[in-house]
Structure formats: structure tokens, C-alpha cells
């Protein structure tokens, strides 16, 4: 006998229906269309619900962005100001400088008579203004202080020593005159590392020397080590007047 639409079939051989699925297919519907209907309708709950919050989140996001990208504008605007404003404060002071020139000195009346005598086409003598007195090289005083004393173990010129340094270059440089830095050491250490001890202090004098204008090929070292020392004591005041550089002149 055939059944109607809403009368509920028998099962078949190894099915069994639960009261619910016998529910369902009585109203046409099977349990799978009803899951996926319930999760349609969640899915269009939640879009419903949580759209207006994405959408307010990111208004807040684009306001917060563009508050910030005015704010750094406006501390642009306000560097370039300060910049302009040093820039012509610096201007104004450089031309206030350029303008404050010193006034005319009176002419005396030896100028005067000068300016009238060039002006009337006379022409001094050649002979008196190019006339320059000739150095005497005998009559030129030779620096008192002709050595250059140095610390222990050291090769540095102290300060102390530069004014000796550049009397007896300026003396050298106007008596045109040859010098041998003849560089000491104290008795402390070996012979050979005194020798090279005395030449680093010999060669010190002699940059310190030419820096101030001396020739290099005018300056001769030699290193004497601890062979020539000038006081033969084995205290500290001995080995402080043997650790030096003697600034001998050697003629043209």
C-alpha cells in the first residue's frame, strides 16, 4: 500500500530510525539540512554582529593614522622655520660685521708730502728701497741652552725644551750653518738598547727642527748612547743630565 507524504516509512532490513531523524523525514527534512541551516544562520549572526566593530576599529585605526601624519608635518614646518630664522640671524650679523669699517687715519704731513711727490711723477730710488742689511753670521749670538733633556726612557721633547728648540734652529737658519744632534742615554739597560734610545731622542730634535723650518739635510744625528756622559754619578741627578741631546754647530 503506497504511503503518503507525511507517514513515515519502515525501515529497512538493518536501519534503525531515532525519534528525531523519524521526526525529520515526517517533515520533509532530512538531519543534514538541518545542520547546515543552523550553521548558515550562525555564520549570518556573527557577520551581522561583528561587521559594525571591524568597521568602527577601523575608522579609529584610519583617524589615529591621520593625526599622526599631521602632527609630523607641522613639526617640519616649524624645523624649517627655525632653520630660516638662524639662517637669517647669521646673515644679519655676517653684513653688520662687512659694514663696520674702520675710518680714514689722518695723513700726516709727512705722508702728505709723499703722495704730492708721487703725484707729481717723481720716482723714488730703487737702490734705497731694496737695500737690506746684510746678517753678519759672526755677530749673531748663539742660544745658551744647546742641549734638550729628556725624561726616563722616553724620546719625547717636553714642552718645557720647545723655546731652546726654536733659538737654536732661527740660529741656524741665519748663520746658514750646519749642526750635528748628538743623542745620550743614562748607564740603565744595555749599550745596544741605549744606542737606539739616544737616536730616537736625536731624531726627535731634528722633526721638532725642521717643523719649525730647518732643512733636514743640514741636520746630521748620531746616537753616543751611554758613552758620553756628562756627569759620572749613579744617582737620579747624574742620569738626569745624561739622558739629553746636545745641538752642536758644525759650520757651513
Not at 702728505?112 to 707729481?120: D, N, Q
Not at 722616553?154 to 750635528?180: G, L, P, W
Not at 741605549?194 to 741636520?219: E, F, H, Y
Request: hydrophobic letters at 35%; aromatic letters at 8%; a positive charge.
Amino acid at each position: 500500500m503506497r504511503l503518503d507524504k507525511y507517514q513515515s516509512r519502515p525501515p529497512m532490513q538493518g536501519e534503525h530510525f531515532s525519534a528525531d531523524q523519524r521526526i525529520a523525514e515526517k517533515e520533509g527534512f532530512s538531519y543534514s539540512r538541518q545542520h547546515s541551516i543552523a550553521v548558515n544562520f550562525m555564520s549570518t549572526t556573527c557577520n551581522i554582529y561583528l561587521q559594525p566593530i571591524y568597521l568602527h576599529a577601523r575608522m579609529q585605526f584610519m583617524q589615529t593614522r591621520i593625526t599622526h601624519i599631521a602632527e609630523d608635518k607641522t613639526m617640519q614646518s616649524r624645523s624649517k622655520l627655525a632653520l630660516a630664522t638662524t639662517l637669517a640671524a647669521t646673515f644679519a650679523v655676517i653684513s653688520g660685521c662687512a659694514s663696520d669699517k674702520p675710518a680714514p687715519a689722518a695723513s700726516t704731513p709727512q705722508q702728505a708730502s709723499t703722495a704730492a711727490t708721487s703725484s707729481s711723477g717723481a720716482q723714488p730710488s730703487s737702490t734705497a728701497t731694496s737695500a737690506q742689511p746684510a746678517i753678519n753670521s759672526a755677530a749673531l749670538t748663539r742660544p745658551s741652552a744647546q742641549s734638550v733633556f729628556f725624561d726616563y726612557d722616553s724620546f719625547s721633547v717636553k714642552n718645557q725644551y720647545a723655546n731652546d728648540v726654536r733659538a737654536n734652529t732661527d740660529y741656524m737658519m741665519k748663520a746658514n750653518i750646519n749642526v750635528e744632534l748628538g743623542g745620550n742615554a743614562d748607564e740603565r739597560g744595555s749599550r745596544e738598547y741605549n744606542m737606539a734610545l739616544g737616536q730616537k731622542r736625536a731624531d726627535a730634535v731634528k722633526r721638532a727642527m725642521t717643523a719649525l723650518g730647518a732643512k733636514g739635510d743640514k741636520i746630521e744625528t748620531i746616537s753616543y748612547g751611554e758613552d758620553k756622559p756628562r756627569k759620572t754619578g749613579h744617582d737620579e741627578a747624574s742620569w738626569a743630565e745624561n739622558r739629553r741631546v746636545d745641538i752642536v754647530a758644525k759650520g757651513k
